[in-house]
């Protein structure tokens, strides 16, 4: 998975991602577990959650070919 960053909070362009689940609850009051990418700061720590769901989604429709116009 490729993310650009550069912290925010000390400036350093190295992290690392890892995958957490966490519980959510579903409208219809129905518990779900929800997968998330936390990419952390190598240097302080700082850490950004991502949904997986979005992530993912987005990396399909760039690396999704594009469709001939039909003759």
Known sequence: MKLDFRCPKCGS???????AVFP???TKLKLEFGT???KICAD??????Y????VNKDLK???APTPKPVP
């Open 36 to 38: 998330y990418y936390l």
């Open 44 to 49: 302080c720590g700082y850490t950004e959650m």
């Open 61 to 63: 429709e760039k690396d």
């Open 51 to 54: 949904s997986a769901k979005v």
């Open 24 to 26: 959510e609850k579903d």
């Open 13 to 19: 362009a190295d992290f690392f991602v890892k995958t």
